[in-house]
C-alpha cells in the first residue's frame, strides 16, 4: 500500500527525484501528472503528490521533461515550506531504497498504513527513517590586532575546489551530548578550545539524513593547527572580510548572517 500520515484519496502529482536532485522545469520544480497509483505499495505521498524516483518512473514507461536540479542548489530560491517538503521526501526516498528488507530477519519490509515506518511482516519489527544528528558552530574573536570582530572559517577539502570556507561541523557520537560534540569537533579539527557555547536553530539537511544544530561561541584558547585530512585551511577572518562562504538557504549561511549582523 502506499499509505502515509498525509496521503489524500488519489492524487494525480508527483514530484520527481533522483538521489539528492528534484526534477524542475527552468530551474523550478515540476510536478508531473500521473495516474492512480495506489495500487503500488512502494511509493509514498507527502502533501498530495506522489514521491517517486527516476527508477520508478523508468518502470512506468515515462518520458519526462526537464532536468534534475540538486537539494543544496535549490534551497537558494525555495521557500521554507518547499525546503520542508522536499527535505522530507528526499529522506523518505533515500530511507525506502536503504530499510527494503526487515534488520532483524531479512524478510522484505512493508510500508505501514498509518506512519512513516517500514514494518516487517514476519516478526512485526517496525524501523523508522534515521535522523543523523550533526553540530556546526559559528565560533567568534576579537582580532588581536585590530579588535574587530571575526569569525572562524573552514576550507574542507571537499569544498576546496569551489574555494569555499564554511564553518567547522561533524557528527554526535553515540553516547554524546550536542555540548561534548561541538568541543570535540572543534578541537580535533582546528586544536582550539571555546566558550559561552550556545544553541541557535536547526535545520535538516538531506545529506543523506542530517539534522543541523547550529551553535554560536567564543574562542578561549589554543593555536589553530587544522586537522590535515579534514581542512585544507582555517582561519578568522575579519567579519567586513569574508571569503567565498555558502549559499544562503544553508544553515551554515544563516549562522554566519546572523554573527554578522549581531556585530
Ligand atoms: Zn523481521
Redesign the pocket.
Known sequence: MSTTPTQTPNPTLAWVFDGDSVLCQEGVPHAITVDDLSCHDDVFTLSGHYLLTFTQIQSLGMALVGEFVPYRQLVATLTADMTCQFSTAIQLLTWQHTHRF?G??G?PTQIANSEYAKV?P??R?HSYPKIQPCVIVAITRKNPNTQKQQILLAKHHRHAHANMYGLIAGYVEVGESLENAVHREVLEETGLHIKNLHYLESQAWPYPTNLMLGFVAEYESGVLAPQADELADVQFFDLDNLPHIPNIGTIARRLIDLVCLQH
Open positions: 526487515c532483524v530477519c524478510t516487517c514476519n516478526c519489527h
